[in-house]
């Protein structure tokens, strides 16, 4: 017979077992009530899940209990319930793309070798509030603080695209009637037509991505990406800046596939779908 000591170590390695099993099988079954709609039947949250359906109704039956999940009562099929929502805005309300991007930032640094930089938005504009620098120690025009224009940086391109408009036109009808940000080369300032802007904003959108070779600096070049959150709206921009000549800023190139990947990563920790 066993022995005290092993019969505890049994349990134990039972529990720890069983336990995370069980966890894994419950958030197949919660996953597959994520993408809110129309209230799901039964089969087709066992199909989501990868299980039978009394499998899957036996912890529906127990989500339901505990307000994980509900039952329509119309239509008899499964949604997330009360507790779910309330998990959710808790851990929306914890989320700030600052933080949630900062770990991030040093990656893709490390992965292309270029500084990189987030901004979000501020009162004065675009504003970068955190940079991590390449090893090169190149002097460049973002630092955290450093506010962007909106025409010629391909951080404030991104949000340009992406911000609404009327918070954006203040700052676009100032830069269309040709003032020059306090950071720019009398010689690239974008004297662009109202048509010509729209243009590039939507060029911006379709590829994901906003792309500068010296227009704000002539001896810079950047790509950058949106951070979008829950609610699909830019929380921030991802940039990637290197010298004139050295950095690969073509938009089906390297770097730019790596920064891509890295701000939808950032996107889908923000709660983006």
């Not at 999940?69 to 793309?97: F, M, N």
Request: hydrophobic content about 40%; aromatic content about 4%.
């Amino acid at each position: 017979m066993k022995g005290e000591h092993e019969r505890v170590a049994d349990r134990d390695a039972d529990v720890e077992s069983g336990g995370v099993q069980a966890v894994d099988t419950a958030l197949r079954v919660l996953t597959a009530l994520v993408e809110m709609g129309p209230p799901l039947m039964l089969k087709t949250v066992a199909e989501r899940a990868e299980m039978p359906p009394p499998q899957a109704h036996r912890y529906l039956v127990s989500f339901c209990r505990g307000g994980l999940a509900e039952r329509d009562p119309a239509s008899g099929g499964y949604r997330l319930g009360p507790l779910a929502v309330r998990l959710g805005l808790a851990a929306i309300r914890h989320l700030h793309v600052v933080n949630v991007g900062a770990q991030a930032l040093g990656e893709l640094r490390d992965e292309v070798g270029y500084t990189t930089g987030l901004a979000i938005w501020g009162a004065a504009g675009p504003t970068f509030v955190r940079v991590e620098e390449s090893s090169d120690a190149l002097i460049v025009s973002g630092r955290p603080g450093s506010v962007m224009p909106l025409l010629s940086s391909s951080t404030g391109r991104v949000f340009g695209a992406y911000m609404p408009r009327s918070i954006t036109e203040p700052f676009l009808r100032r830069e269309l009637a040709g003032e020059r940000h306090p950071g720019a080369s009398p010689s690239t300032i974008p004297r662009l037509t109202k048509e010509q802007m729209e243009a590039l904003f939507q060029h911006v959108r379709e590829q994901g991505l906003a792309q500068v070779r010296g227009d704000l600096n002539p001896g810079l070049h950047g790509l950058s990406a949106p951070v979008f959150d829950h609610a699909g709206g830019i929380a921030g921009v991802i940039t990637v800046m290197g010298p004139a000549g050295v950095i690969d800023v073509e938009l089906a190139g390297p770097i730019a596939q790596a920064l891509r990947a890295k701000a939808r990563q950032v996107s889908r920790r923000m709660g983006a779908s």
